[in-house]
């Protein structure tokens, strides 16, 4: 068992799991950042992974995400 280490959003961001997929990472964002990511948009490695990968886009080591979350309100 082993951490990784990601680029997240332009941060370095470390990843209890040596395997994650992009859903298991937006569950664990959502408590830590207190939101609701469900309707996020994710690009790994500057592709955007639509929704119904979510389950089984894998995350590796090194790889660059940007997850963009979209508030509503005024």
């Known amino acids: ?20 997929t992009v859903e298991e990472l937006l569950s664990e964002l959502s408590v830590k950042w207190n939101i609701d990511l469900s309707g996020a948009v994710v690009l790994v490695n500057d592709e955007i992974v639509k929704k119904n990968d979510w389950k089984t886009e894998k995350i590796a080591e090194d790889y660059h995400l940007e997850v963009l979350s979209f508030v509503s309100g005024g």
């Open 1 to 20: 068992f082993r951490s990784m280490n990601i680029i997240l959003n332009g941060e370095k961001y470390e990843i209890s799991k040596d395997s994650i």
